[in-house]
Every structure is written in C-alpha cells, then in structure tokens.
C-alpha cells in the first residue's frame, strides 16, 4: 500500500511520517503532548542532536515517532539510561518520556536520584491517572474516588492513599537551578512554554528539568472527548498545574 | 452434535465488540451441553489495533485453548486478515464483513467464503455500534443455536447499558433479529463502500482555506469540543478507524488555531489565503 501522507501539511519537522497514523487510540493526550514537543524540537533547532528514552507503557508507541535516536529501555528504566547518555555524550540533549507507572510507581527511585545528583537531562511524565496499556488498573496518581478497573467502588484514600504529587515531592530534593513544573493538555500554549523552558534548561543551565503532562485517556476511561476534557479539569483541581518554584532567595 | 470438536476464529477490530460476540457465544455453547473453552488474544489495550478471539466447543473435554487451523474464521475488518491467514486450511470457512473488505483479498475457495456487509448494514439501519449484534444474530442461525437463549444471554452482558437508556435496548433486539434472519451473501458479493478518501478535503472560501486529512483523522471528536464558534461537526466522510471525521463550515470558522492545536493526529488545519 502506498501512502500520500503530506508532513508538510500540519505536522512538525521533525516527525517520521511513515509512522503515521500513529498507533496511538483516538483522542489520546500523549499524542498531543508529542505533537506540540514536535514543534518545540523544530523551534529550537534541535533535531540533529537530540536522543530520546522511551520507557515501557504506551509511551513506548513512540518508538517511531521521530526522526531521531530513540531508546528503548526497560520499565521505569528510561531514566537512568537517560543519564548514562547524557554522562557519556555531553553534547546531546537527551530527553525522557514515561508514563506515570514508570516514573512514580516502579521507576521513582532513579526519578528521585536523578534529580538529587542534578543530573542534565529532560523528564516528562504524562500522567492520565492509570495504567492505560493493561487495562486501566488504580495506580498511585488516581484521584480519590476514581473509578478503575481495579476499584470499581472508586478509590478510597484510606487504603489506597491520596493521589501521588511527583513534582511536589521532587522539588523537595533537586537543586536550586532545576525547573519543575506541571502542564495539562487542556492549554497548549502554556503546555508549549513550558517544554520549551524544560529542554532550555538543559542546554542552558546544565541541570536537572522535570515536566508533568496531565493528559486524558478516552479508552480507559471510557469518555467521549467532552467528557475527557471534564475529567481533565476534574484531575487539574487535585494537580495544581504550574511551574514550582523553591521558597528561597 | 455431528463434529467432536469445533474451532472457531473472530476477528476485527479493537473498539468493534469481538470479545463481546466471543463471550456471548461461549456462554450460549455452553448453555446448550457443550464442552467450551474461549480465550482472547492478549495484547495491549488499545483502540484500532487487531482484536483476535479464540472459541472451541465440543461433546469431549477440551485439553487445551489454543489452535492451529479454524474450522470457522469470522474477518470484520481488512486490518485484521494478516494476522488471521494462518488459521485458514482448505476446509476452514470464511465469513467476512463484506462491506469493508474485498472478498478477493482473503485467499480461499470461493464457495467457502461468505459475507454479510454488517458495518453498512448497522450504519443505515442501527447505529454503528450495533454492528457485533447484526453478526452475533447471524453466528446464532450458523451455529443453530436458541435464539432466545442467546439474547437472554446478550441482554445480561450489556444490562448495564441497556439500564442507562431504554430505546437501546428495543435498536439491539432490532439488530441481533436482523442479523439473525439474514441471508448471506455466496458468490455474488456486494463492494465495500467503506473507504478511506486518500486525498486532502480541503474547503475554502474567500479568507481562508480549511485542511482535513482523512487518512490521518482517527474521529476522536476532540476539535468538534474544543471549537468555539461550532463550525465543525461529524460528516460522511470515513477516517482510518472507519469512523466518521469532522466537516468544517468554513463561513462560520473564525481561524482561531484551536482545532490544529488540540488535534493529536496532525489531521486538520486552517490558514488564512495567502494573496
């Protein structure tokens, strides 16, 4: 089958068409996050040297997406490979993509030291409150009262515990000079500054950048793309969203 | 009871409702004496990518779920074929979805081949998503099975939706009799009218020129919500999930951006004519 796909038509530069479409779901937040990162990496000019680590999850759907190096690696695994990269080669920005099953259930501990030792690299976490690739079970970021796969009753705190805040608890421990923020999918302007400061901050300052995605999930969920955006204002009044700043100066 | 043991292969599309017509039929198998084992095909869970399910039922214990050749292979959609070709020997047959898939394209016998265009059948009469009800109805008559038995098994897998609005349920048992009372197609098969426009729509007017991609738009819906003045709505034109996109009134578009920045597929774009 031949494919007609035109990149020039509304996709970014640096995006590999022939993976297109996507083998995301309809109406999946990750999707819009890797589009608008798309068009941060063509602002900046940094298509040539950029290596991105993908983790286990559905963000390993990406392994694809771009025109440069990805890295598969293994569960909550993506950010300790980052840093290998980034030791080894300083030159590359290297970036690091994994769901919130990776990053603040499995992988926590190398998100944690990563951002204790300043390591350079780039962190994004998307976080859709679930593990979206098996099935939509209860993880740590789902919001009380949530209704899973795993809890049909809707999550109760007194369990299960209050929704899990990574950026929060790693602004406790990084360095003066790390950014740290939240954006939500729901505000692609603000959602596209504040890559662009997450990967400056890294090429500029030469520390540790830490961004969390809020983004929807329609399949797990089982919304419409109404009530999706709903549940996402629902998720931003539990996540602040917003860059953090150290109480200091 | 003439067969000691049958295999049975559905397949389709993730979002279509094959575990449902699987696990409806198993149920239905056994209500009626026999020996039943069914598994799906796991994978990751996800919209779109190839659903496969696995039925056997016989008058002796089955040892073990998995298979190699079908006796039976239900296609209903053309992305799912590769993965089901191997299953196909000269005794297997084919019952596919007519209207989304050439019937050329599967290679067997044509007197094994059947067809029942479900996806345009549920689209004119039902609603799309009625589509797994019309073949469930169908495998009921193939397999001759209780009709009754089945729907009463039907009615307790979707009583939660059923619950929620009433006229669902009357549409369902509309579908499922349809399905069941069908006849199919042998031989002289109808062409699939459910394809995917290769081309860029694209729509204009004196300031500004709309882009919509069908090959790239999956239907999520996402700009048809996040459009502020509702210019868009659900057209007839088909995406390629086989749901229908967006169509653009590019009089009442305001070009504000929102669409192309919300959209996670790259699929539509507006820009001011250039003079």
């Given at each position: 089958m031949t494919k007609t796909i035109d990149?020039?038509?509304?996709?970014?530069?640096?995006?590999?068409?022939?993976?297109?479409?996507?083998?995301?779901?309809?109406?999946?937040g990750q999707s819009i996050f890797l589009k608008h990162l798309g068009f941060i990496i063509d602002d900046l000019e940094i298509q040539g040297k950029t290596t991105l680590g993908i983790d286990i999850g559905?963000?390993?759907?990406?392994?694809?997406?771009?025109?440069f190096d990805i890295v598969q690696t293994h569960h909550g695994r993506s950010v300790p490979v980052a840093v290998g990269y980034k030791l080894s080669n300083k030159r590359r920005i290297v970036m690091s993509i994994m769901g919130d099953g990776g990053g603040y259930a499995i992988g926590l501990q190398s998100l944690l030291h990563a951002a204790f030792r300043n390591n350079p690299i780039s962190v994004f976490v998307l976080n859709n409150t679930g593990y979206s690739m098996t099935g939509g079970q209860m993880a740590p970021t789902s919001i009380p009262g949530e209704i899973t796969t795993t809890s049909p009753g809707g999550k109760d705190p007194k369990n299960s515990g209050k929704a899990f805040h990574g950026p929060e608890l790693i602004k406790q421990i990084s360095d003066n000079s790390a950014y740290i923020a939240r954006a939500s999918v729901s505000n692609p302007i603000m959602l596209q500054k504040m890559i662009k400061k997450t990967l400056e901050n890294q090429i500029k300052n030469n520390s540790f950048s830490f961004l969390e995605v809020l983004t929807p999930c329609p399949t797990n969920w089982k919304t419409t793309a109404s009530e999706s955006f709903n549940f996402l204002s629902k998720m931003e009044k539990e996540f602040p969203i917003g860059e953090m700043t150290k109480n200091e100066k | 009871m003439k067969n000691d043991l049958t295999k049975i292969v559905i397949s389709g599309e993730g979002g279509q409702g094959i575990q449902t017509i699987a696990k409806v039929l198993a149920e239905s198998f056994k209500d009626s004496g026999f020996y039943v084992s069914y598994i799906p095909q796991f994978?990751?869970?996800?919209?779109?990518a190839p659903s496969i399910s696995f039925i056997q039922y016989s008058t002796k214990e089955i040892k073990y779920p998995r298979f190699y050749k079908a006796d039976y292979l239900i296609v209903l959609r053309e992305r799912a074929i590769s993965a089901t070709t191997?299953?196909?020997?000269?005794?297997t047959k084919v019952i596919l979805d007519s209207s989304t898939i050439r019937p050329n394209v599967i290679k067997q016998s044509e007197n094994k081949k059947e067809a029942v265009p479900a996806t345009k059948l549920a689209f004119d009469l039902f609603g799309k998503k009625n589509l797994n009800l019309i073949i469930s109805g169908y495998l009921t008559k193939l397999f001759s099975l209780n009709e009754k038995a089945v729907w009463k098994i039907i009615k307790n897998q979707l009583q939660k939706k059923f619950s929620e609005k009433k006229d669902l349920e009357d549409n369902a048992r509309n579908a499922f009799i349809y399905g069941y009372e069908f006849t199919s197609e042998k031989k002289n098969f109808s062409q699939p009218t459910f394809k995917t426009n290769k081309k860029i729509i694209i729509s204009k007017n004196r300031e500004r020129e709309a882009f919509i991609s069908p090959e790239l738009c999956?239907?999520?819906g996402i700009c048809i919500e996040k459009c502020p003045v509702g210019a868009l709505k659900f057209g007839d034109e088909i995406g390629v999930y086989g749901n229908p996109i967006p169509e653009i009134d590019i009089d009442k578009c305001i070009n504000c951006g929102n669409c192309f920045r919300f959209c996670p597929d790259c699929a539509i774009k507006v820009k001011k004519k250039s003079k």
């Open positions: 990149k020039n038509f509304s996709m970014p530069k640096c995006f590999n068409e022939r993976s297109k479409p996507s083998l995301y779901c309809p109406g999946c559905c963000s390993l759907l990406a392994w694809n997406f771009f025109n | 994978g990751p869970e996800q919209r779109g191997t299953f196909i020997n000269s005794k999956k239907g999520c």
